[in-house]
């Protein structure tokens, strides 16, 4: 029996189906699933959270080189199915949870240190993880992530590409972002329409998104990046200006000076437009924002 003919008879024999309501596609090749275990670099002792088990197929190669696997499972079905085979080894915990409403800070102190995540993603929940990531990245050593090849090549964009915006820059602000593996749809039961993509996220203190910009400047890294994407075709002047980045000022004329100041003083043009400015040029406008509006609020103060 194939490993594919296999798959679908475990499912068949616990009456179950791949839910199109959690985007599940079971891996059915066992050394595709190895070979995304070994692109990991799982170590004997490291302790790895699994995002979404389904029918084990990286579960059982991560359990046989981690020290311990949480496996983090949405699905009802799918935890009852591995208490009725008792398929897991002792060294797999599952934990009936949805990812994305996981208290990360927990899950840490659970691991005893930053997290490792292995996940073969539901196409669902791609963009909302990367978030998830992003917003926890205190949390998370590295993730090694498969996702559909559209939602990769918006993470590991540059500028000048259509794919480049708002998905690349948050993420490759505060991690390192490595392609590792391109999967046909044959490799999963149901097949996807698309290809899929492995890629591995490495969230570092050497990154400026964890050591160089101050909470306040991060918030408006955040604001500018997601403000001018929403609006790619305007000069960041245009919409820098509109998003009204100075409190307390109500000259509308005297904010646009302002805006273009800040843009200016970091050596970019304010005709720019968003695509084609560099991680760098948004970390050092926010910097520029925060310096102009702290001295701004400082001359409203002296003013009163």
């Known amino acids: ?41 799982i170590l004997p002792q490291d302790i790895i959270v699994e995002v979404g088990v389904g029918l084990a197929a ?32 002792e060294n797999v915990t599952l934990l009936h949870q949805d990812i994305l409403k996981t208290d990360f800070h927990e899950l840490e102190q659970r691991c005893g240190g930053k997290l490792k995540i292995m996940a073969n993603l539901p196409y669902s929940i791609s963009n909302p ?5 992003i917003e926890n990245r205190n949390h998370v050593e590295k993730a090694t992530v498969m996702l559909q090849k559209e939602v990769a090549d918006r993470l590991l964009a540059g500028p000048g590409s259509k794919d480049y915006g708002i998905p690349s820059i948050l993420l490759q602000h505060c991690a390192r972002i490595r392609k590792l593996m391109t999967l046909g749809p044959a490799e999963f039961h149901p097949q996807p329409k698309v290809d899929s993509v492995v890629i591995q996220i490495a969230f570092s203190a050497e990154r400026g998104g964890l050591s160089s910009l101050s909470s306040d400047e991060y918030a408006l890294f955040v604001q500018i990046v997601r403000a ?77």
């Open 228 to 304: 001018t994407f929403s609006q790619r075709r305007k000069t960041i002047l245009n919409t820098l200006t509109a998003m009204h980045l100075f409190p307390g000022l109500e000259d509308r004329n005297e904010v646009k000076v302002l805006t273009e100041q800040a843009i200016t003083a970091v050596g970019l043009s304010p005709r720019l437009r968003p695509e084609a400015m560099g991680i760098q040029a948004f970390e050092d406008l926010s910097r520029s924002f925060q310096r102009l509006r702290l001295a701004s609020a400082r001359t409203g103060r002296d003013e009163g």
């Open 58 to 89: 990286l579960t059982l190669p991560l359990a046989r080189k981690a020290r311990h696997v949480y496996g983090v499972e949405i699905d009802s079905g799918i935890i009852r199915f591995h208490e009725q085979e008792k398929d897991l080894p």
């Open 129 to 133: 993880f990367i978030f998830k990531l």
């Open 1 to 41: 029996m194939t490993t594919y003919s296999k798959t679908r008879s475990a499912l068949a024999r616990h009456k179950l189906a791949p839910s199109k309501r959690f985007g599940q596609n079971f891996l059915v090749h066992r050394h595709t699933a190895e070979a995304i275990v070994r692109s990991g670099e």
